[in-house]
């Protein structure tokens, strides 16, 4: 990863795009936060579970830190089944080969592709929040 450096607009419309595939493909909703966070990267990803209220409907969320080398995947209660802990490990896996040679978007977007080829397809149930959340500051 490059601590500091943040997405071009390409490279975000790339993330989003493999966001908006795997929650069409899924019906999962997909999230991910790009930025610092306060403390424990994996304690502020459930918190962000809680707080954009995603442990009610089938979601993951992905948590990118770079500043700490750092992310984590979370998965609501509602889309653990479709999504084990050995294909999280696997996407963890592709994303961190990516996030080691400095491709963060390549990184992110091979994880969510990834998570939704083990999710497997699926009608969409959830509301629709943003692709990528980024850090204001």
Do not use: N
């Not at 019906?27 to 009610?56: H, I, N, S, W």
């Not at 080398?69 to 994303?95: G, K, Y």
């Amino acid at each position: 990863m490059v601590p500091g450096k943040p997405l071009t607009k390409r490279q975000r419309a790339r993330v989003a795009r493999a966001v908006r595939h795997a929650e069409e493909w899924t019906g999962l909703e997909f999230c991910v936060y790009l930025g610092p966070v306060d403390g424990d990267p994996r304690a502020q990803a459930e918190t962000m579970m809680d707080d954009l209220g995603l442990r009610e409907d089938p979601a993951v969320l992905l948590v990118v830190v770079p500043e700490a080398r750092r992310f984590e995947i979370v998965t609501s209660p509602a889309a653990d089944e479709r999504v084990p802990a050995h294909a999280a490990q696997l996407a963890a896996l592709a994303m961190s080969a990516s996030f080691g040679v400095g491709d963060i978007a390549g990184g992110i977007a091979e994880g969510v592709r990834l998570l939704a080829d083990a999710a497997g397809r699926g009608a969409r149930t959830g509301r629709d929040l943003p692709d990528v959340l980024h850090h204001a500051g």
